[in-house]
């Protein structure tokens, strides 16, 4: 099960990745502040979800300890 939890949270870090440089590239050409403010929000919540999936990951493996 943590390697599923570990997959999950490199996916979803990675999907942080993308929308932010997403939303940057979109900022930085001012064409929809709109699109940029949705993918702000899009990425707090990945992130939040990369966060969780941590946390679960090191519970379930006992938090990294030496058995």
Known sequence: MSTVTYIAAV???GLV???LV???FNMMKGDNPNLSNRLM???VLLQAIAVILIMLTLWLTGGGRPS
Do not use: P, S
């Open 17 to 19: 990745v993308i929308v």
């Open 41 to 43: 929000q899009l990425r």
């Open 22 to 24: 997403r939303g940057l």
């Open 11 to 13: 996916i979803v870090m």
